[in-house]
């Protein structure tokens, strides 16, 4: 993609986190639970839950800006809500700009209507903008997504299986299942018996030999990471979510290094070679080979894909 092209993402937050919760802990948990005011940190079933069904905003802004420059990301929640609060450190990470709706009626906070409203003013005001990511499985979409490709814009969508509208993939030009984006990683839920056992109980259950020796065993020695040591192994993560994000759209996984580096800039706009000790992207490239393989073409051309 060029650099001409501009990515607005819209996140209507609480309905990727209850179409989450619900598709790996049946439907209607969310409520059940009442996950909404769960207060984590208690170590029970829930903080269990709500961990195994955290959404990666990373992954979903990494894909976003495969389309082009991420120009901007807002997410639309009632922050007041621990289950949301819990997501602050990915939410400033990534500079995410949050709008505030508190619920006027039950748990119902109109992100869908705010949503669209700022959505096709953002389009009116910025003629740059080329394409929209909406995140959200919801019907209440349709409109806009139909309203932003008569618009000229294109449309793209991203959601939960299980809460996604048919009508919703079919009024966008792309849509992907949350679950099958580049990063995120696949959760397999415990059954329910092994969830709800309390661990003092699978303690007691444990040979008394096996007890003891685990006291005696002592701590793994975990080497500290020099700050170099820690800008090469971010720099090596950005690389393999840079190709793997491109690999989606080709279709042998090699990606030419040129569009890598874009790519990782996209995510990244801090990340310079040269401040990691390399005189060029290709020397960068050719010491990550744990971690992806490199060919030159006849023209000279390198090109890169996963290991």
């Not at 790996?24 to 269990?48: F, I, K």
């Not at 602050?88 to 990534?94: F, G």
């Not at 509208?165 to 849509?175: K, Y």
Request: net charge neutral; aromatic share 6%; hydrophobic share 40%.
């Amino acid at each position: 993609m060029p650099d001409s092209t501009r990515v607005a993402v819209y996140l209507d937050f609480d309905n990727m986190v209850i179409s989450r919760y619900d598709n790996l802990h049946e439907a209607g948990s969310w409520r059940r639970d009442n996950a909404r005011d769960h207060r984590p940190g208690g170590g029970d079933v829930v903080d269990q839950r709500l961990a195994e069904a955290m959404v990666d905003l990373g992954a979903i802004i990494d894909y976003a800006s495969s389309f082009g420059t991420v120009a901007l990301t807002r997410a639309y929640a009632d922050w007041s809500v621990p289950a949301n609060a819990a997501y602050r450190t990915q939410l400033i990470d990534r500079a995410v700009d949050l709008v505030q709706l508190f619920a006027t009626s039950g748990t119902k906070n109109g992100a869908d209507i705010r949503l669209s409203i700022d959505a096709v003013n953002d389009l009116v005001d910025h003629a740059d903008l080329t394409h929209v990511v909406i995140v959200a499985g919801d019907s209440d979409y349709i409109a806009l997504a139909q309203r932003c490709r008569r618009m000229g814009r294109f449309v793209v969508g991203i959601g939960v299986t299980g809460s996604t509208s048919r009508a919703l993939v079919a009024a966008c030009d792309e849509f992907s299942d949350y679950g099958d984006l580049p990063g995120v990683r696949t959760v397999v839920p415990p059954k329910k018996t092994e969830v709800v056992a309390p661990a003092a109980a699978a303690a007691k259950k444990a040979p008394a030999k096996k007890a003891a020796a685990a006291k005696k065993t002592a701590p793994p020695v975990v080497k500290a990471l020099t700050k170099a040591e820690k800008a090469q192994a971010r720099a090596t993560e950005l690389l393999v979510r840079a190709v793997r994000v491109g690999a989606e759209k080709s279709d042998d996984g090699w990606l030419q290094a040129s569009s890598v580096k874009q790519q990782m800039q996209r995510m990244d706009s801090t990340f310079k070679e040269k401040s990691l000790g390399y005189s060029t992207f290709k020397a960068f490239i050719e010491a990550q080979s744990d971690a992806v393989e490199h060919q030159s073409k006849d023209n000279g051309q390198l090109t890169v894909r996963l290991r």
